[in-house]
């Protein structure tokens, strides 16, 4: 038993962290749920807490770049491929990278400090404190390529969802006689309720097309920023259509039916998936209690017959 303790002090603190993970995301959900209803409602937060959030953010924005230097890459390259990977995931602002691996840094360094200081009061050895301290340490060094990932793969998703809306708004509109920049210009308005993503992105190839870059260089631009197939392809009709002079209309209307129709067989897909990710749960939790259930009282009985005849 003095063995194994060590191992079963291990197991605690996985579930512990575990189930805070669990509560922090849907928690998060909660609040990004109340958030939005407010942004709706019109309803503005307290000031105070506001003010005292902004001053918190403000301090922990000035140290996590200062924190962020030690681990930015000395190869130009590395430091490229990380740059956009963060632009991937939508965080385009200047100081994105030092922030990014100041918070890597804080998750390496922060649970070894907390072994140690557990440690040092005498809770449990300082070993295993350390010990600990260093695991949770090296999870914390890979859990933001991976939080990374997942932030784009959720930006691409919203992305590909709302696509075909905004090219139906777009044929809509210049069939209504607007050009398609004028066509642009309005949709950007009319998704920032549903798709207020997407809206910000056509916001920013609205502007460069202001500034005077061609719509279809700008519109490649934010393919080559959302990382996305649909998108390349979006860009790749407007530019034919500028070139050989077609219907900009046909060519966007012929487009959207495909994004539609592609939309569609994601769903399908995904309803096909529900079937066998459905049987885990189902094999681990209910044909147990099912077993349990069934096979429970047979057992009983026949333990008291076997306890009868001896």
């Known amino acids: 038993m003095s063995s194994s303790w060590p191992l079963m002090l291990i197991a605690f603190f996985m579930a512990v962290s575990l189930a805070g993970v669990v509560a922090l995301y849907l928690s998060g959900r909660d609040r990004r749920l109340k958030s939005r209803l407010l942004d709706l409602s019109g309803a503005a937060p307290d000031a105070e ?142 998704l920032r309720t549903a798709h207020p993503l997407l809206a910000d992105e056509l916001n920013i190839v609205q502007r460069k097309v202001q500034l005077g870059e061609p719509l279809a260089a700008a519109l490649t631009n934010f393919a080559t920023r959302c990382d996305l197939q649909e998108m390349r392809t979006l860009a790749s009709v407007v530019k034919s259509a500028e070139k050989f002079g077609s219907s900009m209309v046909k060519a966007l209307q012929n487009y959207a039916e495909s994004l539609r129709v592609q939309r569609q067989q994601r769903a399908e897909e995904m309803a096909q998936k529900a079937s066998t990710k459905v049987l885990f749960p189902t094999l681990l939790f209910i044909f147990p209690s099912i077993l349990i259930i069934i096979l429970g009282p047979a057992a009983i009985k026949m333990a008291e017959v076997m306890r009868n005849m001896e």
């Open 49 to 190: 807490k506001r003010e005292n959030a902004s001053s918190i953010a403000a301090a922990v924005k000035r140290a996590l770049p200062k924190m962020g230097q030690s681990l930015m890459p000395e190869d130009e390259v590395n430091r490229s491929k990380l740059k956009a990977r963060l632009v991937f995931a939508g965080l385009y602002g200047p100081q994105a990278l030092v922030i990014f691996l100041g918070v890597k840094m804080v998750l390496m360094v922060a649970p070894v400090l907390i072994g140690l200081f557990v440690g040092s009061l005498g809770l449990f050895p300082l070993i295993y404190g350390v010990l600990i301290g260093a695991c949770a340490s090296i999870f914390g060094s890979i859990g933001p390529s991976f939080w990374l990932d997942r932030k784009k793969a959720q930006r691409q998703t919203m992305l590909r969802r709302a696509l075909p809306d905004a090219c139906d708004l777009i044929v809509i509109c210049m069939e209504g006689g607007l050009s398609l920049t004028g066509a642009l210009r309005r949709v950007v308005g009319e």
